[in-house]
């Protein structure tokens, strides 16, 4: 019966999520607010009358009803605020869900959570380096948090599936559909070990409104919030400046300069709301991780492609591959035209990414 006043609280016609929190301090539970009198409801700090009226005339019960009946065909959990098994890193928030909609096998309270986000026009680099990522923290027996949204999102969690790491997706709609429709399968493959998880009850489409309060559990769920790739705009430095105001570490790779999908990472690092980071060693040492057995390798790899894809990438494998090369022989090796490579060779070189020896011999830095 508790889940079906927790439920009806979250339907309550002009009751958010501060004036709910105050009802259920001062009650102590969902039950307690519906048997309270008009009198008891006015003494709450907060509450009014039209408030008090709302909560009395009970229009929402049916809806509630509906939405357990719902939750327990599709064996749904519903994880409300004081609940032990609520999010506690999410319930630190001033303006964390009173309830929410889970589906999945993943600990919420996880010792080590990360959320990765990043643009939905994700390059070659940016879904390389995010699979690289979740790779390198496979060892840090980590969970995974984003928003299944097109480009860093999946790519992250396609990298976790792939990689065995638990992986959650956050949405903005209820759990009796998935958006985008194309990440149907993926969202079916994370419920395993992972799972789904949203503040919205079912019948709530998927609005443009409801992904900014998408993004304040996306970051409120996990210790760091890491950007591999984005833009000025969008979603994933809403993230970013959420779990900044969370006082919770935000990171990001860094791009080139004239690349767009990474000017958002290159603003948050720029403007010191954001670490810079350059691999798994990185975030271990920022969050206070020990180093995981087997990250040593996993992070040679992460750190061959930063800001480097397609040409660049294979200069630099190579590289990575001989240890030095002479310009014929990596010209040879790489196939690329030699006015070409002298301009890829001179911006990787101001990059600091390699280092030009004596002999027009190049090596990694």
């Not at 009806?8 to 969902?30: C, M, N, Y």
């Not at 229009?59 to 032990?84: C, G, W």
């Not at 443009?208 to 000025?232: C, H, Q, S």
């Not at 992460?302 to 630099?316: R, T």
Request: net charge negative; charged share 20%.
């Amino acid at each position: 019966m508790s889940s079906l006043y927790e439920i009806a609280l979250t339907l309550i016609p002009g009751v958010g999520v501060v004036t709910s929190r105050l009802l259920i301090e001062h009650f102590r539970d969902a039950p307690g607010i519906f048997n309270a009198s008009r009198r008891d409801l006015l003494q709450v700090p907060g509450i009014g009358p039209k408030t008090a009226e709302a909560i009395l005339a009970r229009t929402f019960m049916q809806r509630a009803e509906d939405e357990l009946q719902f939750v327990e065909r599709y064996k749904i959990k519903t994880l409300f605020y004081n609940s032990p098994e609520y999010p506690e890193r999410l319930r630190q928030c001033h303006d964390a869900p009173v309830l929410l909609y889970y589906k999945g096998e993943a600990d919420l309270n996880s010792d080590k959570i990360i959320s990765i986000v990043g643009t939905r026009n994700a390059t070659e680099y940016g879904r390389d380096l995010t699979q690289q990522l979740v790779e390198g923290l496979k060892a840090q027996q980590v969970l995974v948090v984003s928003g299944l949204a097109y480009g860093i999102d999946v790519a992250a969690h396609k990298a976790c599936i792939k990689s065995g790491v638990p992986t959650v997706g956050v949405v903005g709609h209820g759990l009796d559909r998935i958006y985008p429709a194309q990440h149907r399968a993926i969202a079916e493959s994370m419920l395993s070990t992972g799972g789904l998880l949203t503040e919205f009850p079912s019948q709530t489409k998927p609005d443009k409104e409801n992904f900014p309060k998408r993004n304040r559990i996306v970051a409120g769920l996990a210790d760091a919030t890491i950007v591999v790739e984005a833009g000025l705009k969008g979603g994933a430095l809403i993230t970013a400046e959420i779990a900044n105001s969370y006082d919770r570490d935000v990171m990001a790779f860094p791009g080139r300069v004239n690349d767009s999908y990474s000017a958002g990472c290159n603003f948050l690092i720029k403007s010191n709301r954001a670490h810079l980071v350059t691999g798994v060693k990185d975030i271990e040492y920022l969050l206070d991780w020990n180093p995981a057995a087997g990250n040593q390798q996993a992070d040679a790899q992460l750190s061959l492609p930063l800001s480097l894809y397609g040409e660049e990438k294979a200069i630099a494998e190579y590289l990575h591959e001989y240890g030095s090369s002479s310009f014929d022989q990596l010209q040879a090796a790489v196939e690329i035209p030699q006015t070409k490579l002298t301009m890829l060779l001179l911006n990787m070189e101001m990059q600091d990414l390699i280092i030009a020896l004596p002999g027009k011999r190049y090596r990694l830095r």
